[in-house]
């Protein structure tokens, strides 16, 4: 299994960090952050314009700045097969 990983900023400080995505969908991404014991879940949404991801995590708040369409480009990349759906 590859593990995803991608870059968030922190606002408050202006550091970028890099996380592991834990579940990536259109709808919101979910990250993990830290290693082992320490690690924490984040769940980051769309913005209202969709411009980019927000989330909190501890009192702070982490930005991913990708657009939704951008976001779904790399879903569909990824694995093309989950584009043809059929019942």
């Known amino acids: ?7 968030v900023r922190v606002t408050e400080s202006g550091q970028t960090m ?6 990536k969908r259109a709808s ?7 290693e082992g014991v320490h690690s924490v879940k984040c ?6 314009t969709g411009l980019a991801y927000v989330g909190s ?5 982490i930005v991913y700045e990708r ?5 779904q480009a790399d879903i569909d990349r990824l694995n093309p097969k989950m584009r043809e759906f059929k019942r």
Do not use: A, C, F, H
């Not at 299994?1 to 870059?7: L, N, S």
């Not at 890099?18 to 579940?23: A, H, R």
């Open 43 to 48: 769940e980051l949404t769309p913005t209202r």
């Open 28 to 34: 919101g991404i979910q990250v993990v952050l830290g």
């Open 1 to 7: 299994m590859i593990t995803e990983k991608i870059k």
């Open 57 to 61: 995590v501890m009192g702070r708040e």
């Open 18 to 23: 890099e996380v592991v995505v834990y579940d």
């Open 67 to 71: 657009s939704r369409e951008q976001v």
